[in-house]
């Protein structure tokens, strides 16, 4: 199997050091390839996304992403920005799919910004559509016929768009508890109408899995009032964004929180969902453990490697069962540290 590694920006070199060590400790039979990636890349070559880092990309099994974005390329032209590297990796590769799991590791509860009793019951994946919406979609500045500054990004999603993303969904639903909700804004944007629409066109080949629907502003209200009612959540660019960063929350720190973008074939890309953090970066205190996760979720997509990634997700339970907390979760042990602790975990 051949990873990429693309360690990035802020503290994304740091908790890449401590995946390899996972990695390491595993002995598996992989390729390791690295690349410069973001404001690194810029800094060396002048583009977030180097034609070399995209080619070895292209020829990897599995890309291990740490962060982009730094703020000292703030002001450089947009399409010349570090989190523009990511944007062309979705577009160039075809990571039509997000997957984002959130559940509550035990002994975490009390960190929760929920009550212990409600953040006990989350268990629950986000499927995030990654390639339309306004991210995507044309946008730019204009002048209006009384002389103001106007900006506009437009929204829209294309059926077949929807058709995929809903069949990734129902899929995972039905390797889960059986329950799908599609989350949109069908009551006031005709990009959602079609997007409801089609997940019920596509649920017609899923008899086994219950859907439901829900607005996004009810669905935010909900993933705090009752985030145990969720089993597998679809929804697209925009919202999914913003409802997957409100679950991380919900579980207790966003350095917890492990993503998947997947392609229609095996290939994926493996990120945290924090990002590049420059305030903490290179003081050792950055949470290493969505980083390690992550790496669990490649080798299980990208990999078919099950039992492996079984263990990791295993392991990092453990050393959180035990006691050992980062900063974000109001501990001690740096970086390393609980690397060290995870790949103990491991070996015992």
């Keep these: 199997m051949k990873i990429l590694l693309l360690a990035g920006d802020g503290i994304g070199p740091e908790i890449m050091v401590e995946a390899e060590k996972v990695l390491t400790a595993l002995a598996l039979p992989v390729m390791l390839d690295r690349a410069l990636v973001g404001g690194a890349a810029y800094a060396a070559t002048g583009h977030p996304l180097p034609p070399e880092t995209l080619a070895k990309a292209k020829a990897a099994d599995g890309i ?23 944007l062309g990796l979705r577009a160039e590769l075809g990571l039509f799919a997000n997957l984002r799991p959130a559940k509550m590791f035990a002994g975490l509860e009390d960190s929760s910004a929920l009550r212990p009793e409600v953040a006990s019951a989350i268990d629950l994946l986000i499927v995030r559509e990654l390639n339309g919406d306004v991210y995507f979609g044309e946008k730019g500045t204009r002048m209006t016929a009384s002389g103001e500054r106007e900006g506009y990004d437009i929204m829209a999603y294309r059926e077949s768009e929807v058709r995929r993303i809903a069949h990734v969904a129902f899929r995972a639903a039905q390797g889960r508890r059986g329950r799908l909700c599609s989350v949109d804004k069908a009551n006031v944007l005709e ?11 596509v649920a017609a080949d899923y008899s086994d899995v219950a859907l439901s629907h829900m607005y996004v502003d009810n669905a935010a209200m909900q993933l705090v009032r009752n985030p145990g009612q969720f089993d597998v959540v679809v929804t697209g660019n925009l919202f999914g964004d913003i409802l997957s960063d409100q679950a991380s929350m919900c579980v207790g720190s966003i350095g917890l929180l492990a993503s ?17 953090a420059p305030d903490i970066s290179g003081q050792g205190v950055a949470n290493p453990l969505a980083m390690i996760l992550s790496l669990a979720m490649l080798l299980r997509h990208s990999g078919d490697d099950e039992a492996s990634a079984a263990r990791i997700e295993a392991a990092v339970a453990k050393v959180l069962a035990d006691g050992c907390r980062g900063a974000d979760l109001g501990g001690t042990m740096g970086t390393a540290a609980l690397g060290d602790a ?3 975990a491991l070996n015992g």
Excluded at 191 to 201: A, F, G, K, N
Excluded at 260 to 276: D, R, T, V, W
């Design 191 to 201: 990009t959602s109408q079609l997007w409801r629409d089609v997940v019920v066109e």
């Design 64 to 86: 291990l992403f740490g962060a982009v974005g730094d703020p000292r390329f703030d002001s450089v032209e947009r399409h010349l920005r570090p989190e523009q590297a990511i």
């Design 260 to 276: 998947a973008s997947l392609s229609e074939g095996k290939q994926g890309l493996y990120e945290p969902i924090h990002g590049s």
């Design 342 to 344: 995870v790949v103990s």
